[in-house]
């Protein structure tokens, strides 16, 4: 329900999937909440995924948990799916919004996706390649879940993201060598407009966050680097 670094999916932002989107993300969110409220003793501490989405297009500009919501469909969901707990904070619930990067894991998800066709050679670094990823690695991901709810002075926002965010053209050379095969070919920002809409503007904008308050927690990464990161998961997977 609350999965981390989950993300609205490439298919197209039709009225209704955003509908779907608020509804799984905030009335679940509110559901949860009211359950923790109700009970007698509350829980302690709600952790809640949401995304890095808040801060929208970054551009090249680096931010971290204090840089301001952005805007369009994306950033405004994940506001309101963080003002969804506010009411477990305001009943003296800890309450965490860990803000996931795009989590790298075999088993699904983007990296999930890229795999056949970076293993068929068809790897391809979309538009200029210069915007930015923010990623983790799943076992970076779950650790850092651990993390917080070992720490009970964290509460708020926290993003969950590698140290080092790289632009899509570095991601995609990485994955390439990670497989062991070319990863040349590049899909034009037209293109992706055409084929996904308003969802392209996800997949084109730039989005350099990083992981201040873990950092600042003495949280250590065991994949701060993309290159060795993606070798890894693609040589245990």
């Not at 707990?85 to 996931?100: D, K, L």
């Not at 850092?144 to 509460?155: C, G, K, M, N, T």
């Amino acid at each position: 329900m609350l999965a981390p670094g989950d993300r609205p999916g490439p298919s197209r932002w039709t009225a209704r999937r955003k509908a779907v989107l608020r509804v799984s993300r905030i009335a679940s969110t509110r559901a949860v909440v009211a359950a923790m409220t109700a009970a007698d003793p509350a829980p302690g501490v709600l952790i809640c995924g949401s995304a890095i989405g808040f801060y929208g297009d970054t551009g090249d500009r680096s931010v971290d948990e204090t840089g301001p919501a952005g805007s369009g469909f994306l950033a405004e969901l994940v506001q309101d799916w963080e003002a969804a707990t506010w009411p477990a904070a305001e009943a003296g619930i800890r309450v965490v919004n860990i803000r996931s990067g795009v989590v790298l894991a075999m088993g699904g998800g983007m990296l999930g996706s890229l795999l056949l066709p970076f293993k068929l050679g068809l790897g391809a670094r979309i538009g200029s390649g210069q915007q930015y990823l923010s990623w983790i690695s799943l076992a970076d991901e779950i650790a850092a879940i651990r993390f917080l709810l070992e720490h009970a002075e964290l509460s708020g926002p926290v993003n969950l993201t590698a140290p080092q965010p790289v632009p899509n053209a570095e991601f995609t050379k990485a994955l390439a060598s990670a497989v062991r095969r070319p990863g040349r070919l590049r899909l034009p920002s037209p293109l992706v407009k055409g084929a996904l809409g308003e969802v392209a503007v996800e997949l084109l904008g730039s989005a350099r966050v990083v992981p201040a308050r873990l950092t600042a927690a003495g949280f250590t990464f065991a994949d701060p680097a993309i290159g060795p990161a993606l070798t890894s998961i693609v040589a245990t997977g």
